[in-house]
């Protein structure tokens, strides 16, 4: 027989260590194969490759460096161990696909440029497929009416009906770029809260969680468990200690829900030459930041934080407990921003 057993002694995340292995048998290879995925449906958008690890008859936990990874985009892993027996050599049927999604890289500010940087290419890209999806809808109108210039009234009518197929498509790809941005608010495989939570209701979704969490006043952030379904309710934002578990996806329910603005709305919603007096979170003020931007990101991870006041010219950042603190008023060199201004 080809392979060391009917299933693979090996799961997604499971240490070598750990893996009961017939006796006689000398473990000589670990053959991980990796490639990009869309991180929407999962399917391969590169060329794979495979990297073999020697294990030499080891059986402890081997760690080892996947190369070429990029700072940013999905990769499905699957593993296959080889071994030896009496000179054949036996191979394990691979695991099962352990998608992973890569952290950018750089400082916070570098990090926060890069995920914007990706929201921007993947709105650009449904942008222009919503053009060509306009542009094909103009060209059937076109030729109806060519067609079917000696019919008026039915003419009109089908026209009217593309009319609705074109808004429709219009309005399902605006919920598409929405839903790009606010991925940045949601992380895999981390579990933002531990200890007691608010409630416990099932989900089939992060977003059922997250309905589950706008019902109750008290809910700023919710972590899904993909294998139980249960959703843990947290009245932290993003937790303090946040943690590294494969069956579990957070979301931080203040930046989904503050992140879905247009440009011109965030623009709007920034008070240049203002100052929110009052109401300052008690030791949450620094120097060092480099635009208002990356003070808001500080803010949206921050519990009770609604509302900053930004001094361009060192860097300060307060955050405050009230949307426009205590009060507000003009003062040059300082910018605000509300966070319940940018919510839709």
Known sequence: SSGINAESPLRPGEKLSLVELPAGLRTTQLVVRYVEVDELNGSAVGEETIQNVDLNGGRDDKKFVVGGLVGGKSYAFTVVLKASNGGKELSSTPTARLIITTPFGGTETDKVKAQFDKIKQNTD?????????????????????????????????????????????????????????????????????????????????????????????????????????????????RGSQPSIDKYMVSINRVC?????????????????????????????????????????????????????????SDGHCWLKSKPKG???????????????????
């Not at 067609?147 to 598409?176: P, R």
């Not at 030791?283 to 991870?301: H, I, K, P, R, V």
């Not at 205590?326 to 839709?344: P, V």
Request: a negative charge; hydrophobic letters at 30%.
């Open 125 to 237: 890209a449904k942008i222009s497929s919503i053009d060509s999806s306009l542009e094909e809808q103009e060209n059937r109108v076109i030729n109806l009416r060519g067609k079917l210039s000696g019919f008026i009234t039915e003419a009109t009518n089908k026209i009217n009906d593309l009319g609705a197929v074109a808004a429709a498509n219009i309005t399902s790809q605006e919920g598409i770029l929405s839903s790009i941005a606010k991925r940045s608010c949601i992380e895999t495989g981390i579990n933002y809260y531990t200890g007691r939570a608010i409630a416990y209701p099932k989900a089939n979704s992060i977003f059922q969680c997250l309905d589950e969490c706008r019902k109750n006043s008290a809910c700023h952030g919710a972590s899904w468990n993909t294998d139980t379904k249960y959703c843990s309710l947290s009245t932290q934002r």
């Open 256 to 312: 989904y829900d503050t992140l879905t603005g247009d440009a011109a709305k965030w623009n709007s919603c920034i008070k240049d030459n203002t100052d929110y007096h009052g109401a300052d979170i008690t030791g949450a003020q620094s120097y060092g930041f480099g635009t208002e931007w990356d003070c808001m990101g500080w803010c949206l991870n921050t519990a009770n934080c609604m509302s900053i006041t930004y001094r361009q």
């Open 326 to 344: 205590n009060s507000q008023g003009a003062y040059n060199g300082l910018t605000s921003i509300s966070l319940e201004c940018m919510k839709s």
